[in-house]
T-cell receptor, first 114, second 120 residues
Framework: AQSVTQLGSHVSVSEGALVLLRCNYS??????LFWYVQYPNQGLQLLLK??????LVKGINGFEAEFKKSETSFHLTKPSAHMSDAAEYFC????????????FGKGTKLSVKP | DTAVSQTPKYLVTQMGNDKSIKCEQN?????MYWYKQDSKKFLKIMFS???????INETVPNRFSPKSPDKAHLNLHINSLELGDSAVYFC???????????????????FGPGTRLTVL
């Protein structure tokens, strides 16, 4: 069975500061990992995904994440926050044989202060 | 062009009523999903269909019945609505990658804008 834990339901950073959103996973098989972003009153948009290729994954809008098997982590980072990054971020896991079943974390709300 | 669309965007109704939410995707995908997002933003899969065949059916009350008339559409019908059904419902779609079969698990899912259901 797979599960995802996102540490911190709310993260606040200043514009221009580093963004770090934490995600730890549990999986009995090598996982596939995803980060999605949800802007207010909108659907989810894929930021990036890890599918057992390179462990450092680059996504859209300057975000990247690193898969660390030893730490069972897939933290999302961005060097410099922008006001437009304010949104809810979800980490999700699926596994081979899961038939596309995405297990989501509880989400982290990112606020960006001017 | 909207890739995954849902209607209606907002739905306010009384307890006990029956309602439907429609989803359409124009991406040519072969798999579609329904997710429920509760008031705490927690997202959980409800159903998925591949080529009109039900493949994921999580523990959902049988008042919820998905219907897929074709690969591009997946509708959700809810009978005897209850207060606890109030949530945002998201439709999503993905394409099974050649060689992976449905067991691939990593196909990117494209989400619709959501339908906010409020049961009074």
């Amino acid at each position: 069975a797979q599960s995802v834990t996102q540490l911190g339901s709310h993260v606040s950073v200043s514009e221009g500061a580093l963004v770090l959103l934490r995600c730890n996973y549990s999986s009995s098989v090598p996982p596939y990992l995803f980060w999605y972003v949800q802007y207010p009153n909108q659907g989810l948009q894929l930021l990036l995904k890890y599918t057992s290729a390179a462990t450092l994954v680059k996504g859209i809008n300057g975000f990247e994440a690193e898969f660390k098997k030893s730490e069972t982590s897939f933290h999302l980072t961005k060097p410099s926050a922008h006001m437009s990054d304010a949104a809810e971020y979800f980490c999700a896991v699926s596994a081979p044989g899961s038939q596309g079943n995405l297990i989501f974390g509880k989400g982290t709300k990112l606020s960006v202060k001017p | 062009d909207t890739a995954v669309s849902q209607t209606p965007k907002y739905l306010v109704t009384q307890m006990g009523n029956d309602k439907s939410i429609k989803c359409e995707q124009n991406l040519g995908h072969d798999t579609m999903y329904w997710y429920k997002q509760d008031s705490k933003k927690f997202l959980k899969i409800m159903f998925s269909y591949n080529n009109k065949e039900l493949i994921i059916n999580e523990t959902v009350p049988n008042r919820f019945s998905p219907k897929s008339p074709d690969k591009a559409h997946l509708n959700l019908h809810i009978n005897s609505l209850e207060l606890g059904d109030s949530a945002v419902y998201f439709c999503a779609s993905s394409q099974t990658r050649r060689g992976t079969g449905l067991a691939g698990g990593y196909n990117e899912q494209f989400f619709g804008p959501g339908t906010r259901l409020t049961v009074l």
